[in-house]
């Protein structure tokens, strides 16, 4: 009989959680080949999700938490999740029943049966999704998968059963900005993806808002990609080969015709887009030398505050 964990990051979860796992343990009943095992993660909630989150624990023997001493991010949730895992396959998903438990038994038969390390759910459609919004997601992942070899199929979440080797391979990455979509493609192994169709959540609210997907999207694409930094050094070139030519093009009509006083607005037109550029460039570079600079500080990616794992439960 194989071990399952089931990774489940939190985040002012106060009024669901306890729907969350008595929905999934009715969809866990009918897999009694497999022994479930939760592990519930609270980032730094605002709410009383870390006392929901105890209560269950106290109703329930299979279920572990952990709780940070603020809120450090849902990246940095699953990998305190992961690093805590000690079963043969882990689940990876929301705590907003967004992510189906019902696909259980299809998403196990896959690595359990059919042989992949992975598999992986694929949003078609999102009931109430905003057209702008479906907008923003599409051109993120096709700009992602033009600027990177890291490639993401259109829907991809992060909503997953993984095999124990897969997740170790994982844990290898302990880079503190974290983008999981990214390195959960970035491993490798076989992946196999399953379509499904996500709702509104019923209980609580979303804390994403348009300026936290934007920079989740700004995070995926720095923390695999250099093409930005190559474009820079494109536009570069091109400016300056444009620079010779305009230069070469003044020296011929002063030449021929003398100097020229009128000219202000051209100038002026040149000044203010070249200004434009190199703020650009450098806000670019900034994101870049930012990464590293947090990087090179080498502090821990989450602080526990409250668990019950006792150490020999950790992985």
């Not at 008595?22 to 095992?37: D, G, K, L, M, W």
């Not at 995070?219 to 570069?236: E, K, N, Q």
Request: charged share 20%; net charge neutral; glycine share 6%.
């Amino acid at each position: 009989m194989s071990s399952i964990d089931i990774v489940v990051p939190c985040y002012n979860e106060e009024a669901g959680l306890a729907n969350f796992v008595e929905v999934t343990n009715s969809v866990i009943a009918e897999i009694p080949q497999h022994n479930f095992r939760y592990i519930l993660v609270n980032d730094g909630s605002r709410d009383r999700t870390y006392l929901v989150m105890k209560q269950l624990a106290e109703k329930y023997s299979n279920i572990k938490y952990i709780s940070f001493s603020r809120n450090f991010g849902k990246e940095a949730a699953m990998y305190a999740g992961f690093q805590h895992t000690t079963a043969d396959y882990v689940i990876v998903m929301d705590a907003d029943l967004q992510h189906p438990p019902k696909m259980f038994p299809d998403m196990i038969r896959e690595v359990v049966e059919n042989g992949y390390d992975c598999c992986a759910l694929q949003r078609t459609a999102r009931e109430g999704e905003s057209k702008f919004r479906g907008l923003f997601s599409k051109w993120f992942f096709r700009m992602q998968n033009a600027l990177s070899d890291v490639k993401m199929p259109y829907g991809a979440v992060d909503y997953r059963i993984m095999t124990r080797q897969m997740v170790d391979s994982i844990l290898e990455l302990c880079e503190a900005q974290r983008f999981s979509k990214g390195i959960f493609s970035w491993v490798g192994f076989n992946t196999k993806w399953l379509p499904f169709q996500t709702v509104d959540r019923e209980l609580g609210k979303t804390t994403w808002n348009f300026w936290k997907l934007f920079k989740y999207a700004l995070d995926g694409i720095t923390s695999f990609s250099v093409a930005p930094l190559r474009f820079i050094s494109g536009l570069g070139i091109i400016i300056f080969l444009a620079a010779i030519i305009y230069i070469i093009i003044t020296l011929i009509q002063t030449a021929i015709f003398g100097i020229d006083v009128p000219g202000y607005a051209t100038t002026l037109m040149i000044v203010l887009f070249m200004g434009g550029i190199v703020e650009f460039s450098l806000g670019i570079i900034g994101e870049y030398l930012g990464r590293v600079f947090i990087e090179s500080k080498s502090r821990p990616i989450y602080i526990i505050h409250r668990t019950n794992f006792d150490k020999e439960d950790k992985h």
